[in-house]
């Protein structure tokens, strides 16, 4: 379950695929009437109303009646635009009915962005509420942490993972200055096109106690931001609509985007909302799907309504959501068997639950089958859906006890996370103030810093403390060192466990946390990044070459590649350097290092005979220097 054969399409393949079934995607233009805006203005125009606002600059908007609109800056310091529906306060969004959007957006020489949300931005009064669903971003960066101060954790809305916030706060709102809360649902890879279901946000975040009040308004929003001179540029929207129904996902034969459309249930996508129409709830119906290819050309129902036609005999399920399971026959967009559900809420393979997972909800949806059982998705999280597979006979429990694991650490990788609540630093330590490289207890470690009074503290059971101030370039890591005679495949199958407690940590301009290592023959410099201490997630500036978005290990993670001529480990060279970043950022848990191996070997990215694998903590500021302290009560490499 830990490793590469979990299906990339559920998360990754999701925001391509789903494109293609909506013809907005690839032949939106505007339409209609227009008016363009030079101004702040809040007007309406073919019962669309809309908003340009800017507090500085030489900026433009241009709305049209059909919903669609273009945003122009210059030299603004924050600027937005937004389009949609407009309420009067006086029904909440379950009086209203179900809330989707449409959306395309083109950006067209975006400068100097320090902050963006594209998506979907409202208000409700009673209790006053500003919300926002992020599906894109005109900056470099995905917004962070920083958007609110309270982070709920990451979930499964509408078939994409979404990190939600909240937040409080004193400042201009609909009634004036006051006191109002905030709500995010940030998602965590971006998408130019695609439809939203909003109501299904605002039905997560009632799940978390965030509470909504009556309707002020629901827009599709283009907001850009700058801390220093001014953002320039322009976020073209040729396709916006905001709409009451079921769903339309089909762009051209939406008419009513001003609140008329309750009977559409026609469209070229999915619509998001309704329950999966597959009718075999009382058992398990997967045991023998490991390849995930029905065999029968039968579908769902709420996939033939949208128009589409069942598979072929033996389709390969490319795409998964609330209406069933989707795959491609030719060029077209097709449904693949009817989808595999169990009715039983609390029951799932022993197998599932020893790897530290919990048993799903009732009616749960069957999204992976391996050799350990079904699995499905709840919260963000992977759950045991159901009876599923439960082989008692085979003994290959996917994460991995590989015996004398190097760390000291005899336990599943994976499995057991019990370091993330009670991890401190045990056995025998040192302390060092300057460069060194060491080893304590079989361990390896070093500290390394440019500048600044710095130190780190090294324990044999493999933790470590790093403490810098005023440093333009700070690192400290402990692991495994190889003699650079064997391949990470000689080697054997290398996880990391960790554990990271941030302490006044201030100017801090990029980070990397996560594991460290080098390799010879070829000379390659690799990093696994699962945290950071800068404000914002590292970014495309890290390598030359940007190979995409993967699902590694279960997670969602950028690979670079860069060709760089400076110091390493054998002086001063030409070398490479590999980059596997996480989209969401994470204080504690195992890493499958061979897991991004592989991945990178699949993409080229050749690696040679093993020098190092460590835990690192990197801290590096372009300005006067960058203090605070990385902590690892709990730091662990092992085969």
């Known amino acids: 379950m830990r490793n590469s054969k979990i299906i990339q399409l559920l998360f990754s393949l999701a925001t391509t695929y789903v494109v293609n079934a909506q013809s907005f995607c690839s032949s939106a233009q505007h339409s209609g009437q227009s008016v363009k805006e030079t101004s702040n203005k809040v007007g309406n125009i073919g019962g669309v109303g809309y908003e340009l606002w800017a507090d500085s600059g030489n900026n433009s908007a241009t709305f049209y009646s059909d919903g669609s609109f273009s945003c122009t800056f210059q030299s603004a310091k924050d600027y937005l635009c937004r389009s949609g529906l407009s309420f009067d306060s006086t029904q909440t969004h379950d009086q209203i009915g179900h809330i989707y959007a449409d959306f395309k957006l083109v950006k067209q020489n975006i400068n ?88 299904a946000h605002f039905q997560q975040w009632e799940k978390l106690g965030m509470t909504l009040g009556k309707m002020h308004e629901a827009k599709v929003l283009g907001e850009a931001g700058s801390n220093g001179a001014g953002t320039s540029g322009t976020a073209d929207f040729p396709y916006a609509k905001v709409y009451i129904g079921k769903g339309n996902g089909g762009g051209g034969g939406n008419a ?132 599923g597979n439960n082989n008692s006979g085979n003994t290959g429990n996917t994460g991995g006890n590989a015996g004398g694991n190097a760390g000291g650490n005899t336990g599943n990788a994976g499995g057991n996370t019990d370091f993330c609540s009670s991890a401190q630093h045990s056995g025998q330590s040192v302390k060092e103030t300057s460069n060194k490289v060491g080893n304590i207890g079989g361990v390896g470690y070093e500290l390394w810093a440019d500048s600044g009074n710095n130190s780190a503290t090294f324990y044999s059971d493999g933790s470590f403390s790093c403490t810098f101030q005023n440093a333009k370039d700070y690192l400290c890591r402990s692991g495994l060192s190889f003699d650079s ?18 302490q006044n940590i201030n100017n801090v301009d990029y980070s990397y946390v996560g594991i460290y290592g080098w390799t010879r023959n070829p000379l390659v410099e690799f990093y696994v990044v699962d945290n950071w201490l800068s404000q914002y997630r590292p970014g495309d500036w890290v390598g030359n070459k940007k190979h995409g978005d993967f699902t590694i290990d279960g997670a969602q993670y950028t690979v670079y590649e860069n060709t760089r001529y ?5 002086g001063d060279t030409q070398f490479k350097q590999y980059f596997s970043i996480r989209q969401q950022a994470r204080d504690c848990g195992t890493i499958d290092i061979t897991a991004h191996f592989q991945q990178w070997e699949k993409l080229g990215m050749t690696l040679g005979k093993m020098h190092e694998a460590k835990v690192l903590g990197e801290a590096g500021s372009n300005g006067s220097g960058t203090s605070g302290t990385a902590d690892f009560p709990y730091a662990k490499v092992y085969i």
């Not at 979907?120 to 005109?138: A, H, K, M, Q, S």
């Not at 996939?303 to 030719?330: F, R």
């Open 256 to 387: 009513g985007n001003a609140g008329n459309n309750s009977n559409n249930s026609q469209g070229g996508g999915q619509a998001a909302t309704q329950e999966p129409s597959n009718n075999n709830t009382g058992g398990n119906n997967n045991n023998n799907n490991n390849n995930n290819t029905p065999n029968k050309s039968s579908c769902s129902a709420n996939i033939l309504k949208q128009g589409y036609k069942c598979c072929p005999d033996n389709c390969v399920v490319t795409y998964v959501d609330a209406d069933g399971d989707w795959s491609i026959d030719g060029q077209e967009w097709c449904g693949c068997g009817n989808r595999n559900t169990y009715s039983k809420a609390g029951d799932c393979p022993k197998k599932i639950l020893d790897q530290g997972y919990k048993c799903c909800s009732d009616n749960c949806i069957i999204y992976y089958n391996d050799e350990d059982g079904d699995w499905g998705v709840e919260n963000g999280e992977w759950c045991g859906c159901g009876g």
């Open 485 to 502: 005679t064997q391949t990470h495949d000689q080697i054997g199958h290398i996880y990391a466990d960790f554990k990271l407690v941030k």
């Open 112 to 199: 100097n962005v320090d902050y963006s949300y594209v998506g979907i931005y409202g208000w409700t009064r009673n209790p006053l509420v500003e919300f926002y669903v992020v599906d894109n971003w005109l900056s470099q960066y995905r917004p962070g942490d920083w958007v609110g101060n309270k982070k709920h954790g990451d979930f499964t809305i509408d078939g994409a993972q979404y990190t939600v916030y909240e937040n409080t706060r004193y400042g201009p709102s609909i009634d004036g200055d006051t006191q109002f809360k905030q709500y995010f649902s940030i998602r965590q890879q971006a998408r130019d096109c695609g439809t939203i279901d909003i109501t």
């Open 566 to 570: 400076g110091p390493s480990i054998d």
